[in-house]
């Protein structure tokens, strides 16, 4: 069965350091895969996507993913976290069929130290 | 451009009150439309979607219903609200399908605590 996972659910960071949070997928076939950010009783917003070509993806807020075939996964980048980056993160695959549906993963929280 | 508006944002409900949380996306024609579901700690599960008026698919059986009258209007709905239906709702929309390259966009979605 098609599945994304977020191993981690909570990750802290300290102000400065690098950041990567972990997606795996399962899919038969070539998968479209996301990357959103939720601030706080907020809806979701798009940092960066994965259809095909280039493996290694650029987003907005200088995230980036890269996608590896080999180990099933999809991992989130960023080089120096910034303190509005505490949010909680959602990677997601394409689902079954034509309609564009989304399976998420379970969200990893992340927390910034000052 | 397109833009997705949802209400009510905030919601207080008495258990086996019936529920009607509203989405419309502007900007756009036929779009697919979706309703998922955030309760406190878990993910995001997909409750229904659909691609055309009148064509609502569900995905988990539950206590709500969904129904598109219009092209860009998608309702969630109830007519006896549990305990645990609360929660945060997003409404989404897509045009086409991921093969085109369509990604899926949300609303600022609804916190209902049913009481």
Same mark, same amino acid.
């Given at each position: ?10 990750? @802290? ?10 997606? #795996?997928?399962?899919?038969?076939? @070539? ?7 939720? %601030? ?11 259809? %095909?070509?280039? @493996? ?13 075939? %080999?180990? %099933? *996964?999809? #991992? +989130?980048?960023?080089? *120096? ?14 689902? *079954?069929?034509?309609?564009?549906? +989304? ?12 | ?10 919601l207080v409900q008495p258990v086996g009150s019936p529920l009607s949380l509203e ?20 993910? $995001? ?35 006896? $609200? ?7 709702? $997003? ?25």
């Open positions: 069965a098609q599945s994304v996972t977020q191993p981690d659910i909570h990750i @802290t960071v300290s102000e400065g350091a690098s950041l990567e949070l972990r997606c #795996n997928y399962s899919y038969g076939a @070539t998968p479209y895969l996301f990357w959103y950010v939720q %601030s706080p009783g907020q809806g979701l917003q798009l940092l960066l996507k994965y259809f %095909s070509g280039d @493996t290694l993806v650029q987003g907005i807020k200088g995230f980036e993913a890269e996608f590896k075939r %080999s180990q %099933s *996964s999809f #991992n +989130l980048r960023k080089p *120096s976290v910034h303190w509005s980056d505490a949010a909680e993160y959602f990677c997601a695959g394409h689902g *079954s069929g034509n309609t564009g549906k +989304l399976i998420f993963g379970q969200g990893t929280t992340l927390q910034v130290k000052p | 451009s397109q833009t997705i508006h949802q209400w009510p944002a905030t989405c419309t996306v502007e900007g756009t024609s036929n779009p697919n439309l979706y309703w998922y579901r955030q309760a406190a700690g878990r993910g $995001l599960q997909l409750l229904f979607y659909s691609i055309g008026i009148d064509q609502i698919s569900s995905e988990v059986p539950q206590n709500l219903s969904a129904s598109r009258p219009q092209d860009r209007q998608f309702i969630l709905s109830s007519k006896k $609200l549990l305990l645990s239906d609360s929660g945060f709702y $997003l409404c989404a929309w897509n045009t086409g399908t991921f093969i085109s390259g369509n990604t899926i966009y949300f609303g600022e979605g609804s916190w209902l605590t049913v009481v």
